[in-house]
């Protein structure tokens, strides 16, 4: 059995969601169990519900919840009682194999950074989402989309190894392409850390086991030519929001116009089968979970709007990873490629180079 900590409390849809997702899962694989972390009393009346949580659910009652609108700060003061403190402590402490939480995101990286610590060399965590390809079934993988607003190219570099180890496993994809965004795919446009950080993650395709395609742009997300594309926190995390707000337009105007006339209604009643296979390829709920890379351990990060299909994707994906051991291998190659870029770092800025070798280089999980 793999053990899943599961933050029962987090999320605009409340627990009966969570457990819901829970259940979902645990009727599709028999190898799966959970320790669901909130209020005992609640979640012991919603696992009751469902007979495929019997036996396979441990609760960890828990006092108190991280809101939404929660810094992270605040967390880090007074969130020990919390079901989000709890359920990254149960991984720390190897009672379970992957953590999934749909609460706030920045308190989640700032618990799971304090609890689990970054992995030796790992300068900072980025968090990798799914994204929908033009490939039919296949999906991207993007990176950093709001961990740390800021990267250097060293940083970019580590980004590549995680999100290339990561879709290996995650996708079942032995040579993932990786992608660098950027303004334009010339080798000449982009800022100056974005050229370095292309040599070198050119560089070290080799051994960290990925292709590099070079730059791509904006159009280039749901391409089919490219597998990984790493980017800085910014950068990410508007991309995707841009994505979220332009699928949600065009899902509205589509609705408005098939159902403005009788008409149109008519002609989306003979086009109703594409429309719904249009419908479940771009579900965002499939797409579901935000992976944090860099970490020591798996935590996964669902959308906090997510229902129960979209947390019984995340975890799913949670479960995955798990199985695949893909953190002692991603680890190993970001301490190589880590030795490397701090000797570089030190011939070019002594003082960065030593601050880092000190670990007090922070993140700014937003």
Request: with cysteine; net charge neutral.
């Amino acid at each position: 059995m793999t053990t899943i900590s599961v933050d029962a409390m987090g999320g605009d849809e409340g627990p009966s969601a969570v457990v819901e997702g829970c259940a979902l899962s645990a009727a599709k694989n028999s190898e799966i169990a959970f320790v669901l972390h909130g209020d005992e009393a609640v979640l012991k009346n919603l696992v009751a519900k469902h007979p495929t949580l019997s036996g396979i659910s441990k609760i960890r009652h828990c006092a108190d919840v991280v809101q939404m609108d929660d810094k992270p700060s605040q967390i880090m003061r007074r969130g020990q009682e919390t079901s989000m403190w709890s359920c990254v402590t149960a991984l720390r402490d190897g009672e379970a194999q992957a953590a999934v939480s749909c609460g706030n995101t920045g308190a989640l990286m700032a618990i799971s950074i304090l609890r689990l610590r970054k992995i030796d060399g790992v300068h900072r965590p980025a968090i990798a989402c799914l994204w929908p390809s033009r490939g039919g079934e296949k999906l991207n993988t993007l990176l950093d989309v709001g961990a740390d607003v800021r990267a250097d190219e060293e940083s970019l570099l580590q980004y590549a190894m995680m999100g290339a180890a990561y879709y290996r496993n995650a996708m079942g994809a032995p040579r993932p392409r990786v992608g660098l965004l950027n303004v334009g795919t010339e080798e000449h446009k982009g800022r100056t850390e974005i050229k370095e950080a292309a040599h070198l993650i050119a560089e070290a395709a080799e051994f960290g086991r990925y292709e590099f395609v070079g730059f791509v742009e904006g159009n280039d997300l749901p391409a089919t030519h490219v597998d990984v594309i790493v980017t800085d926190g910014f950068t990410g995390n508007v991309a995707l929001k841009t994505a979220e707000g332009t699928a949600k337009l065009v899902s509205d105007v589509l609705r408005d116009e098939l159902t403005g006339s009788a008409v149109a209604k008519l002609g989306a009643l003979f086009a109703s089968g594409s429309l719904r296979r249009l419908k479940k390829r771009m579900d965002p709920r499939r797409m579901n979970g935000g992976v944090f890379l860099g970490l020591n351990g798996t935590v996964v990060k669902s959308h906090g709007s997510a229902d129960a299909t979209g947390v019984s994707a995340a975890i799913k994906l949670a479960f995955t990873l798990a199985r695949s051991g893909f953190q002692d291998r991603m680890a190993e190659r970001i301490a190589s490629i880590a030795e490397a870029s701090q000797k570089r770092l030190a011939e070019r800025d002594p003082a960065t180079a030593a601050e880092r070798a000190r670990g007090t280089t922070g993140t700014e999980a937003s």
